[in-house]
């Protein structure tokens, strides 16, 4: 048995995925992508203010390409009062001046597609800031006028309507409810300056469609869109009160007054219409934290296209989650007659090397144990790196081999761990200032352990290289001192780094992956510690969760390893393997 690790396997030429047209049978690009996910503020600052911007994210355009990702998806980088990392948009169509400018955007698009990586850009359609002009012009409106219907005014509960109409806690803690001068109060589902628009008003959905041919006539590619699920209401019934703004559990007939109703797919069917308009066409994939059995009807080819699948997102690292994970993915993909995405870690969730090394218990939430470590800044459990590191290299073998999308959170290829020390005083996430106000128990600091910029270069002086050289303005969100050692300057040249073996992984599945998206367990496998399955193009892909190493089949040609096989050609514990 040959013994092959990362670092012996050169990287084959990759050739880009083909975006399908109109009568073609080739594959849309998307369905097999490998996508990158940026949060600007903290991916590469040109401007010496701490802060990641646009043109960042152009000048490592080769950097991306040489890593053999096939699209970046930007987290909002509109402009915005940063009440939530941008998520709190004030003008949809538009670049903040704090990240740069239209123009620097149009140039973004020109090199990215130069070096045929496509663009995804957030759309956040749930809500808009309070300083959105549209909201603005609602506040100094009467109650009842055509500028408050474009948000969900209500009046208050009370004889002088002094009580929120229901008594919902909103996802950043406190009161859903915010009232105004006049008397009225109107609905945020998450921070105050988060206004809920109303989409059963037509001006709000014509408005989205402008915003979608704005980004599609620049040469956007496609579109993210937040908390997906969301957007259409029933406020006029009159059991509110005894429904939760909490979504863990939701009912599978579109029932929920506030999440996935069914006529919020008319919404994405209008959409539709418009990606279509454009060759090729724009697609888009969704945020829905829904029923698994629903979200197959975001995905399908009348909608959107794709869904996230969270839950390979959620699963800890055992065989038989990640085995019922990769099951609901794949069963939801074929409803929808789609492919399903596969993501570790994104900017809402603890980096997943650290949850792979933190110990794997199952609790009341996902990533509750996780959380728990965080808020106590990593003081309360052992974070065995070692582990995580070796759990991280087997896990993105695994979900590269998997049939559909991967979504890669920037800073993972360099095997990031979560920060879990960050000064309370220094947190920027809006669930740290207002957790405590949903009572003891939910208390969290928040999701900037995260998002903490990522390192490019072994001086702390400017921010790891994050910044640039000379800069001295610190990175928004501090950096520990042990980036250092996981920056890309000290990685690139280190055969058994993580970042060459995403490089490796990443090229040698472009050669590998066909439009056949079949997938198959393997039936020589039947060890419950163990995820064997065959894909088509005649490769396969091995996990061993197990305590001891296992055999690979005879006479296989080992074509990658997470870690090296044992001297004997056996799959040690926690490592994948790709074989033919």
Known sequence: MQDTSSQHVPPPARE???MTTEGDDTTPWWKGAVVYQIYPRSFKDTTGDGIGDINGITEEIPYLHDLGIDAIWISPFYPSPQEDGGYDVADYRNVDPLLGTLTDFDNLIQVAHHHSIRIVVDLVPNHTSSAHPWFIDALNARPGSAERDRYIFRDG????GNQPPTDWICGFGGPAWERVPDGQWYLHMWSVGQPDLNWKNEEVREDFLHTIRFWSDKGVDGFR??????????MDRDDLNSWSMQYDVLPQDGSHPLYDRNELHDIYRSWRKVFNEYNPHRFAI????VNPKRQYLYASADELGQVFNFEFAKANWTAGEMRRSIEKGLESANRSHSTTTWVMSNHDVPRHATRYALPQVAGHSYHQLAQDWILRDGKTYIEDRELGTRRSRA????????????????GEELGLFEVPDIPWNALEDPTAAHSDDCGKESIRKGRDGCRVPIPWSRNANDGFGFSPSGSEAKPHLPQPQWFKDFSVEA?????DSMLNLYKAALHLRAGLQSNDFAFSWRRDYNDEHVLAFDRASGWSCITNFGGSAIQLPQG?????TSTPLTTNGMLPTDASVWIS
Do not use: C, F, H, M
């Open 16 to 18: 880009s995925l083909i």
């Open 225 to 234: 869109v937040d908390a997906a699920q969301s957007l259409v209401k029933d």
């Open 286 to 289: 969704a945020e829905a934290w």
């Open 556 to 560: 296989a040609k080992v074509l990658l």
């Open 157 to 160: 509960r009370g004889p002088n």
């Open 395 to 410: 896990a993105i073998l695994l979900e590269l081999a998997l049939p559909g999308s991967a979504y890669v959170y920037q």
């Open 491 to 495: 990685e690139a040249n280190s055969n």
